[in-house]
């Protein structure tokens, strides 16, 4: 399995528990929270938990093709990895307080979305010369 790989899966697991923990705190009987926290809880539930262990077992299991890609992955799949979780990471410390602090809380969200954004394409531009259909001998 490529470094990468294993690198995405274990950030996927992360992402599910403290994204239950995030629920879990934020549907708590008798917490009155000010901020908004569930959309936090999916945006780790479904691009850091479903998203990363999709793309750590596609960039394992689909064939290379004839170019010889580093054990531990390639360029782009670094700056997948990289450019998701830094959006991620903008994304969960900035969304929350969007209502409360507009000013303050606006730039590192747009952020997140462009590097989220940016990781995701990244992705695609690596995995998709990975998708041709074999020929026929």
Do not use: D
């Amino acid at each position: 399995m490529p470094k990468i790989s294993r690198y995405l899966i274990k950030s996927g697991m992360l992402y599910l528990l403290f994204g239950v923990l995030v629920y879990g705190i934020s549907e708590f009987p008798g917490s009155q929270w000010k901020i908004q926290l569930m959309p936090v809880y999916w945006h780790m539930i479904a691009l850091g938990w479903i998203t990363q262990i999709i793309m750590g077992v596609s960039l394992w299991m689909y064939p290379k093709g004839k170019k010889q890609i580093p054990k531990t992955g390639s360029i782009l799949s670094w700056l997948a990895y990289c450019s998701l979780n830094l959006g991620l990471i903008l994304r969960i410390f900035s969304e929350p307080f969007l209502y409360l602090n507009r000013e303050i809380s606006i730039l590192p969200f747009v952020c997140s979305i462009f590097f989220q954004l940016a990781g995701i394409l990244c992705f695609i531009l690596e995995i998709w010369p990975r998708l041709v259909s074999p020929r026929n001998p």
